[in-house]
């Protein structure tokens, strides 16, 4: 079984992996791996993080400023699809953990984002 502290830790390793300084993440929920993935970036990294409970958007902004990430990750409110149109690129991660519902509606978009890309070889 796949916990939360899992999927965290896991990101928290991709992110340092390919020297993430730009992350985008759709759906914060509790924030939780957005404080996983914020740990990782240097102190001019940046992350964009969107949820469409303005109540959990809340939360996460409380939690990510008492960890000290405030000024490098933005919450956005609201419904991702209707943002994704005016974020520009490049990222070095995407993490899109929002309502499996809405993936194929943003699909097209997150592919056609600038992103970093990272030779491992």
Excluded: W
Excluded at 6 to 21: N, Q, V
Excluded at 50 to 56: G, K, L
Excluded at 62 to 80: C, F
């Amino acid at each position: 079984m796949v916990t939360f502290a899992d999927t965290g830790r896991l990101l928290h390793t991709l992110s340092l992996a390919c020297g993430a300084t730009r992350i985008l993440e759709i759906g914060t929920g509790a924030g939780n791996t957005t404080l996983s993935l914020a740990g990782t970036l240097p102190s001019d990294g940046m992350m964009i993080t969107m949820e469409i409970d303005a109540a959990r958007a809340g939360r996460a902004r409380e939690s990510l400023a008492v960890a000290g990430y405030g000024d490098r990750v933005s919450v956005m409110a609201g419904d991702a699809t209707r943002f994704l149109h005016k974020i520009a690129g490049p990222f070095d991660l995407i993490f899109q953990d929002s309502d499996r519902s809405r993936y194929e509606h943003m699909l097209d978009r997150l592919v056609d984002l600038p992103c970093v890309r990272v030779d491992c070889s």
